[in-house]
C-alpha cells in the first residue's frame, strides 16, 4: 500500500546549528501534509503543516519545504537548540483527516 | 482547556482480560481517532470516528472495539488482550482535516 517514510532514523545535531528532516511519500494523491514533533513520553504534537497547493511555508525557526514532483518533504530547524530533541513524524493526509504516519527520525542536540 | 485526555494512563493485563481505553476531549471536534505506537515505528490507526454515533475502521483494527455514544467521549475496548497488544495507545481528534491533537498516550503492557 501507500506509505510515507523518513530517511535517516537518528540525526544528531550541535546546538546551534540547522537540522533538516526528510521524509517521502507515495500518495500522489494527498494534499495535506503535517510535522509533528513527539517528546520523550509525551503525544505528538503539531509543529506545521503544508498543503499541496503550496511548495514552502515558514513558522517559527520552522520551513517545511513541499516537493510534489519527487514526492518529498523536508522539515528546517533553524538554530536547533537543546529543546529541538525528539522524535519527529511526517504525516499524510489520506482522506478527510486520515492521516498516514512515517516511522519518525529521533534528533538529538549536543551542545 | 484540557484537550485531549486519556485514561488510564499506564496498565498491565493478563493475557484473555479485558479492558476499556477512555479518551474524552473539551475542544468540540467532530473526528476521533485511536492509534497505536510500537517501537520504531509510526502511529498506526486502529479505528476512527468522524461523528457520535459512528465509528469505522482503521489500519489495524482487528482485536479492538470502539464506541463513540457522545461526541466529546471515544472509547476503546479489548474484548481479549494478547501480548501483541502490547503497546503504547494515542487518541486524538480534530476539527475536520485539520491537525490532530494528541493525548498523552496509554502504555498497556500484555503478559
Known amino acids: 500500500g501507500e506509505s510515507v517514510g523518513l530517511h535517516l532514523p537518528t540525526l544528531s545535531v550541535q546546538e546551534g546549528d540547522n537540522s533538516i528532516i526528510n521524509c517521502a511519500y507515495s500518495?500522489?494523491?494527498?494534499?495535506?501534509f503535517i510535522w509533528y514533533k513527539q517528546e520523550s513520553g509525551k503525544g505528538p504534537q503539531f509543529i506545521i503543516d503544508i498543503r499541496s497547493n503550496m511548495d514552502k511555508r515558514q513558522g517559527q525557526r520552522v520551513t517545511v519545504l513541499l516537493n510534489k514532483t519527487v514526492k518529498h518533504l523536508s522539515l528546517q530547524i533553524a538554530a536547533t537548540q537543546p529543546g529541538d530533541s525528539a522524535v519527529y513524524f511526517c504525516a499524510e493526509n489520506w482522506s478527510w483527516g486520515k492521516f498516514q504516519f512515517g516511522a519518525g527520525t529521533q534528533v538529538v542536540v549536543t551542545p | 482547556n484540557a484537550g485531549v485526555t486519556q485514561t488510564p494512563k499506564f496498565r498491565v493485563l493478563k493475557t484473555g482480560q479485558s479492558m476499556t481505553l477512555l479518551c474524552a476531549q473539551d475542544?468540540?471536534?467532530?473526528?476521533m481517532y485511536w492509534y497505536r505506537q510500537d517501537p520504531g515505528m509510526g502511529l498506526r490507526l486502529i479505528h476512527y470516528s468522524v461523528g457520535e454515533g459512528t465509528t469505522a475502521k482503521g489500519e489495524v483494527p482487528d482485536g479492538y472495539n470502539v464506541s463513540r455514544l457522545k461526541k466529546q467521549n471515544f472509547l476503546l475496548g479489548l474484548e481479549s488482550a494478547a501480548p501483541s497488544q502490547t503497546s503504547v495507545y494515542f487518541c486524538?481528534?480534530?476539527?475536520?482535516?485539520?491537525?490532530?491533537?494528541f493525548g498523552q498516550g496509554t502504555r498497556l503492557t500484555v503478559v
Open positions: 475542544m468540540n471536534h467532530e473526528y
Open positions: 500518495n500522489s494523491a494527498s494534499d495535506y
Open positions: 486524538a481528534s480534530s476539527y475536520g482535516s485539520a491537525e490532530a491533537f
